[in-house]
């Protein structure tokens, strides 16, 4: 398997990350932005949210905290009524400013509505940038095959999982939530992916120039 280091030879790396909801960027690529974060000797992680409100929103800072973002933009858009007009699309122009070496986003084979516009959207905005989707365990049954992988050590994976526990409260309450499917998922990446440790998180690569 070809292998690629996202941070070699740079002193800094400009990552932006993108969720829809509290919870989602830590579930899609929290080892790999913690991994990057040893990686390189600067990390600038512009870590957004599109929304959150009350105590979630306490819960995607303190995420945002746990996973080292260097910039947070929290919004209120309507949770599961993302829209195509021009407030979410208005916003995603201003997103051009942060000039990122990498964007990661959803994936836009993700069954929730959300999820699929912010894909879209990212894509839009970013037409000339390395862009990784990430996939999120639930309900729908949407993971697929993913044709990109970040190895992870077992520390970074055990920092993911803890952390997710702790920041996000309002989420244990839900069956799936649970230390042993983060790992689970970890686990069949790595396998895939022959990872040395065997964790690893999957992503979805459309266009990478090397």
Not at 177 to 188: P, V
């Amino acid at each position: 398997m070809l292998t690629v280091d996202l941070g070699a030879g740079r002193q800094r790396l400009a990552v932006l990350a993108i969720g829809a909801h509290a919870d989602d960027i830590e579930l899609g690529c929290g080892g790999t932005l913690l991994r990057l974060a040893g990686d390189v000797e600067e990390l600038e992680l512009t870590w957004v949210v599109l929304s959150a409100a009350g105590a979630r929103r306490e819960e995607a800072e303190a995420g945002a905290r746990a996973f080292g973002a260097t910039k947070v933009e929290i919004h209120d858009f309507e949770d599961a009524f993302f829209k195509y007009g021009r407030e979410v699309k208005d916003y995603f122009e201003t997103l051009k400013a942060v000039e990122p070496d990498l964007v990661l986003t959803h994936t836009d084979n993700d069954r929730h509505q959300d999820h699929r516009l912010v894909a879209e959207l990212t894509w839009n905005t970013f037409r000339d940038h390395l862009i990784l989707e990430y996939e999120i365990p639930k309900y729908d049954g949407d993971l697929g095959a993913p044709n990109v992988f970040v190895h992870l050590d077992e520390t970074i994976a055990r920092r993911k999982v803890e952390a997710l526990l702790e920041c996000f409260g309002s989420q244990r309450s839900k069956e799936w939530f649970t230390e042993d499917l983060f790992l689970a998922l970890l686990r069949l990446r790595g396998m895939e992916s022959r990872a040395p440790s065997g964790l690893a998180e999957g992503f979805y690569g459309r266009k990478l120039a090397v």
